[in-house]
């Protein structure tokens, strides 16, 4: 049995806990035994091994790595040029031991890694002036861009000391400011 073609994850930015899965296409029903692995290269994290994830008794494998703390990739993961058989082993129905050259991967400049969780910059009163206001306002700054909809109240929680008390009404903002 040989690679046939290699299917790469989507084109976009993949978070902490997100998997990068790569399908190994064979030209023949394959079993799996042991736990091979696909080399990828990222800017920050080196080289670290989509393992396989499922497939065997079929021709299509799915290799899998999740993306962890501190993995970071701005111009395209790179994937190595064989499966690295880690004393396992790929085989046909008859025993017979796959070749292991990844043949015909698709492109894989467009998939990035951030796993860097942005973190607080500032947090500062809006008004500068001390108040006994009803409503005072906050910003918020983090050290990146913060996607629309993934940002929420609960998100933030106010910390009082003394007789003051209070509670988060609402939240606005965009990018890295909110």
């Known amino acids: 049995p040989a690679v046939s ?67 970071t990739d701005t111009n395209g993961i790179t994937l190595g040029t064989s499966i690295a058989a880690n004393g396992g ?4 129905a008859a025993g017979n031991s796959a070749t292991l050259t990844l043949n015909s991967v698709g492109s894989s400049s467009g998939i990035f890694v951030d796993g860097i969780a942005p973190s607080v910059v500032s947090i500062d009163r809006v008004s500068s002036t001390p108040t006994n206001a009803n409503t005072v306002d906050f910003q918020v700054t983090f050290s990146e861009n913060l996607a629309n909809g993934v940002v929420n109240l609960a998100d933030f929680s106010l910390v009082s000391t003394g007789a003051t008390s209070g509670s988060i009404a609402a939240l606005f903002g965009s990018n890295n400011i909110w």
């Open 89 to 92: 082993n790929i085989t046909d």
């Open 5 to 71: 073609s290699v299917s790469v994850p989507a084109n976009t930015t993949y978070a902490i806990g997100q998997h990068l899965d790569f399908t190994v296409n064979f030209n023949e029903t394959v079993v799996v035994t042991g736990l091979p692995s696909i080399p990828v290269t990222l800017d920050t994290g080196g080289t670290v091994n989509a393992t396989y994830f499922s497939g065997s008794n079929s021709s299509d494998l799915v290799f899998r790595y999740t993306i962890a703390n501190g993995n």
